[in-house]
Structure formats: structure tokens, C-alpha cells
Nanobody, 124 residues
Framework: QVQLVESGGGLVQAGDSLGLSCTASGRPFSSYAMGWFRQAPGKEREFIVRIRWSDGSAYYVDSVKGRFTISRDNAKNTVYLQMNSLRPEDTAVYYC?????????????????WGQGTQVTVSS
């Protein structure tokens, strides 16, 4: 059984920074890439970024590009999401997820393991 455990959420003010982490545990853990999604109240869950384990290649959606940075530590089965210049519209529950697929990274159904989610609240 694989578990993804997120940490690092919280309440910050607009313009502040916050870091999230997601660690995979359990055996066996086989993953091609990790993604971060977020879901704001009353909205659909949306993809924001993914990173490939093999080479660290990352893809960001426009709304977070230049403000968020994803990284990974293969030895620790951990991915990190550094969020800078946070805005009130970044308020959401953030989820990490693992996929074995090398395509369709923005599609949540392509991810087979999910974390429990961590709340990020940005006040204005």
C-alpha cells in the first residue's frame, strides 16, 4: 500500500511564501511523475504543476508559473512545492498525486495515488 503524506499548509498573507512537501511511503512505489492539484471551495480540482522523477522536468500552468517551484528528492521519495508571492486566489486545498502515465498529466484520473490534502489560505 502506497501512501502520500502532505505537509506544510497554513494561513499566510498575500505576498508571503509557503512550502509544501509530499512524501511517498509504502512498497512498492512506482511512479513516473508527481503532480500537485488544488481545489478551491465550490470549484473543480485543478492541476497546477507536475515533475518527472527521472530528470526533474517540470510543467506549470500559467497561473502559478514564475511564483511556484516544484522540486524532488528521489532518495526520499519526496516532492516539494515552494509557493512565493501568494495571492488570495491561491487559497485552496492542495493535493499531491502520483502517476505512472507519461501523458495526460493535467487529468486527475491519470493519477493513481493521492495525498489527503493540505489547506492553504491566503488572506488579503
Amino acid at each position: 500500500q502506497v501512501q502520500l503524506v502532505e505537509s506544510g499548509g497554513g494561513l499566510v498573507q498575500a505576498g508571503d511564501s509557503l512550502g509544501l512537501s509530499c512524501t511517498a511511503s509504502g512498497r512498492p512505489f512506482s511512479s513516473y511523475a508527481m503532480g500537485w492539484f488544488r481545489q478551491a471551495p465550490g470549484k473543480e480540482r485543478e492541476f497546477i504543476v507536475r515533475i518527472r522523477w527521472s530528470d526533474g522536468s517540470a510543467y506549470y500552468v500559467d497561473s502559478v508559473k514564475g511564483r511556484f517551484t516544484i522540486s524532488r528528492d528521489n532518495a526520499k521519495n519526496t516532492v516539494y512545492l515552494q509557493m512565493n508571492s501568494l495571492r488570495p486566489e491561491d487559497t485552496a486545498v492542495y493535493y499531491c498525486a502520483s502517476t505512472k502515465s507519461n501523458a495526460g498529466w493535467a487529468v486527475s484520473s491519470n493519477y493513481n495515488y493521492w495525498g489527503q490534502g493540505t489547506q492553504v489560505t491566503v488572506s488579503s
